[in-house]
């Protein structure tokens, strides 16, 4: 059973420190949600347990069972387990779907292995017809001129294939229609299991209306200020943040400097075929 751990974390961009103290633990079988208003450091969080560069961690740890993620670089946290569904996926021209998802389970094997290219197929095609994708939608430029939608499900594509054993979707259900987000939410259900943990990140009581969450957490000055169960997330839907502010003394609940985009550090580093096609 995978166990990540967030223990103390502080963590800054240059001189703004934007995480100051977080702690969380999700174990394989669990689910958890982190919700929050607006800058508050919730994609921070997925951010630096994925290891982008802006970010210095300045005290704390992060572990993946037991093993130290802080020490690793981002495809070797990417090798050991971890999986990060963006808010905003990057474009790749040149390179398909199915070439760059076969490439990223390569990498998880051993040295001079690769899957089978039968077994590939075959577990693309039904992941890509459970996801109710366009069949010809593996075979197209990575995100390259995707609508919205077709981003996100394809992060779940990717999710499927790579069977990670924590999965951090940061705002999955952004730009999903009723429809989308129902089939999205059937995908994540279906992969729930002992062998797998997930951290949900999200906004809105409607993601939580279509994948069970066992627990949901309040972020709130770069740190969680309160948890509880899904009986939280409908008392948050009734009546907004503010009596969590009161509770628990908190006057201005952001951590993100004016005039700053918590979204703006969604990639993890540059795309090093992005550039290489560019020259």
């Known amino acids: 059973m995978p166990v990540l751990k967030v223990e103390n974390l502080h963590a800054k961009v240059g001189e703004h420190e934007i995480l100051k103290g977080v702690n969380l633990e999700i174990k394989g079988g669990e689910t958890h949600a982190i919700m929050g208003p607006n800058g508050t450091g919730k994609s921070t969080l997925a951010s630096v347990i994925m290891g982008h560069p802006r970010y210095e961690v300045t005290a704390g740890s992060i572990t993946l069972d037991g093993e130290d993620l802080l020490d690793m670089s981002t495809d070797e946290r990417a090798r050991a387990g971890l999986f990060l569904g963006m808010q905003l996926p990057q474009e790749v021209p040149g390179v398909t779907n199915s070439d760059f998802i076969k ?13 089978s290219l039968f077994k590939f197929i075959r577990e693309l095609d039904q992941a890509v017809a459970s996801l109710k994708m366009s069949e010809d939608l593996p075979h197209r430029y990575l995100n390259d001129g995707f609508s919205g939608g077709e981003k996100k499900r394809n992060e779940i594509l990717q999710m499927r294939m790579l069977k990670p054993s924590i999965a951090i979707l940061d705002e999955i259900d952004s730009g999903l229609d009723i429809d989308a987000l129902k089939t999205v939410g059937d995908n994540v259900t279906e992969l729930q299991t002992e062998d797998r943990g997930f951290l949900l990140i999200t906004h809105y009581q409607r993601l939580l209306d279509y994948i069970k969450a066992d627990k949901v957490h309040v972020m709130m000055q770069g ?32 951590v993100i400097p004016e005039g700053e985009d918590e979204k703006e550090p969604g990639m993890i580093g540059t795309c090093a075929t992005r550039e290489a096609l560019e020259k």
């Not at 490439?103 to 899957?115: I, Q, T, W």
């Not at 509880?228 to 201005?252: F, H, P, T």
């Open 223 to 254: 740190r969680i200020v309160k948890s509880g169960d899904i009986d939280l997330v409908k008392r948050i839907d009734q009546d907004g943040y503010d009596w969590i502010k009161e509770e628990v003394g908190i006057a201005d609940e952001r």
């Open 103 to 115: 490439s990223a389970m390569n990498a998880r094997l051993g040295e001079g292995e690769n899957v």
